[in-house]
């Protein structure tokens, strides 16, 4: 028995490979075609299978279906290991590097007989690839930097990456005997937006760590154990990932959780704010000084928790998500708390994909997951018309788009269901800072998102004057995903963030935070400055399936780092009072 995911994941393994085998396009489509069909099934796939219903699916044909027979018999799908054969390991790296697709890498591969992306870099530089026919020397300039630009940022990994390794292991961990207390720590504890390596801190009395450590580096994810001593131990999981642990002494941890916690710029503040005070404080624990300012060691302030740490250097407990140097220690002094959103305060799941576009669900589905999760309304927001790559709507399109969620609208009333939809929709900002519709259907919407997909790296005084005009336009409610990054994969569009920030706020547009774990922009880093302009956000989930509804999660702490209370967050305002904010009515800010 195989499960439906891990059979989209072997289709989707064996459509990647034939383009890197330079096999037929569309017969590697037909696989990605066929994972997608696998995905969205409520039913296991072994259900149609005994019944011999497969078949009858929009896109499995009868070869697909054997091979997905296959693999869920034999746990094995011929077609896929005959291709692991034939296309080299490292091949399948070159597909991270942006702008290099399937077609160039196959020629570049033949032609060149390189396989290894450390190849690739010399090919560039030595004018090989320039050399190729249809390639030329912009394409290799290209393709280095792009290069470059991944060996710098390999060595981290997205937030969701991290959480995937870091909370099985917790999970484990927690059930060790002689685990006493654990937490995550470093800037996963902080919700960084990508990660170096995972913490972990364990409490635990001294004789227990042996066998501690054997529970961690026996962990079916461990391929290596990098290091193995008596109070530290690494590991490496098969998704390359290295994980510390350590273990401390129970009177230990709550010093211990502070430090390993950081951010090191936090710690530096606190460990001043110790010496102000007579103290000295390290990853062991709060110390009287001496005569010399060292630690007295002998005489460690007992703390039984971080709040007493904090306490004793005047402070009300800080959250780990603004541990960053930003600020938070002199807001601590005088504060106990910040008022920051919590995951329960969003109501509206704003920013979302159907099948319309790009979306692998139809409105209803999206709608009865937002309300299986507990939001009351959901604004709906496909693709605008140039952005053919992702299935734009056409005007027509989007009238008739309309006229399905009017009728999800009567029947959910039909059913006694309480939810809003809104029309929304997410239109591209042209080169010119236009959008992508006349005026007058941009008028029909609820709500309009303005984003930039093309043109990215235009000059900065360009792409703000793009904004600027998107801002500027009265339909427009929100400026979706600023930078246009993709976290480790695709550097930002150069912008004059503040501009940018202070422009939206004076029209009440919210600059959205998309929560999408490879986005997660806006970027934290500006919150002082959305604070002090009074910027509103919306946390945006941008799905394009079910699941992706739960990354407003992420949205969520990213929103907290950059120090945002409800009431600055649009889809935190109830379905009625979002409406009044897209008709461009001025919503309340608490001071
Ligand atoms: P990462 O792993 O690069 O995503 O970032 P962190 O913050 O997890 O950094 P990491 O794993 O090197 O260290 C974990 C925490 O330990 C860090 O946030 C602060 C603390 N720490 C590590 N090294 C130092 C140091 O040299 N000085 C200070 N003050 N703190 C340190
Ligand atoms: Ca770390
Ligand atoms: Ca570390
Ligand atoms: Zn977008």
Known sequence: MADNKNIAERLRQVHTLMLLAGENRFRAIAFDRAAQTIEGLS?????????????????????????????????????????KERVPDGLIRW????????????????????????ELADACRDGRVAALP?????????????????????????????????????????????????????????????????????????????????????????????????????????????????????????????????????NIVLRR?????????????????????????????????????????????????????????????????????????????VHLHTTWSDGKQTVEQMARASIERGYTYMGVTDHSRSAAYAGGLSIDEVKKQWDEIDRVIEKFSSEGIEFTIFKGIESDILADGSLDYPDDLLDGFDFVIASIHHGMDMPREKMMDRFRKAIEHPAVRMIGHPTGRLLLRRGESDLDMNQLIEWAAEHQTAIEINANPHRLDLDWRHGNKALEAGL??????????????DDILYG??????????SSRIVNCLTAEEFRRWARGEEVEVKE
């Open 536 to 549: 509103l956000t919306s946390i945006n989930p941008d799905a394009h399936n079910v699941e992706g509804i």
């Open 134 to 266: 249809g390639l030329g020397e912009k394409s290799a300039e290209k393709i280095l930097k792009s290069i470059e630009w991944l060996q710098q940022h390999s060595q981290r990994c997205l937030i969701s990456e991290a959480r995937e390794v870091a909370l099985p292991l917790l999970e484990v961990l927690k059930e060790a005997g002689g685990v006493q207390q654990i937490e995550v720590a470093g800037s996963l504890r902080r919700w960084n937006e990508t990660i170096g390596d995972v913490d972990l801190l364990v409490a635990a009395d001294e004789v227990d760590n042996s066998a501690i450590f054997d529970r961690f580096t026996g962990h079916e994810m461990v391929v290596e154990v990098l290091g193995r001593g008596e109070t530290k131990s690494s590991i490496r999981t098969e998704s390359g990932r290295q994980v510390d642990l350590r273990i401390v002494n129970p009177e230990q941890f709550p010093a211990a959780l502070v430090y390993f916690t950081g951010s090191k710029e936090h």
């Open 273 to 349: 704010r110790a010496r102000e005070r007579g103290m000295v404080l390290n990853e062991y624990g709060l110390f009287p000084a001496n005569q010399d300012g060292d630690a007295d060691s002998s005489r460690p302030m007992e703390l039984s928790s971080e709040t007493e740490l904090y306490r004793h250097l005047d402070l009300a407990w800080i959250p780990p998500e603004l541990r960053e140097g930003r600020g938070e220690v002199e807001y601590f002094e005088s504060h106990e708390e910040m008022p920051l959103v919590t995951p329960e305060e969003v109501r509206g799941v």
């Open 43 to 83: 039913e296991p796939v072994d259900h149609y299978l005994e019944s011999g219903t497969l078949t009858d699916l929009k896109g499995i044909g009868s070869s697909i279906a054997e091979d997905i027979r296959l693999f869920s018999e034999t746990g094995s799908m011929p077609v896929l290991e005959d291709l």
């Open 556 to 565: 969520v702490m990213i929103a907290r780092k950059a120090k945002f209370d």
């Open 95 to 118: 597909l991270d590097i942006s702008g290099l697709g399937p077609k160039n890498i196959v020629k570049i591969h033949k032609e060149l007989g390189i396989t290894e992306v450390e």
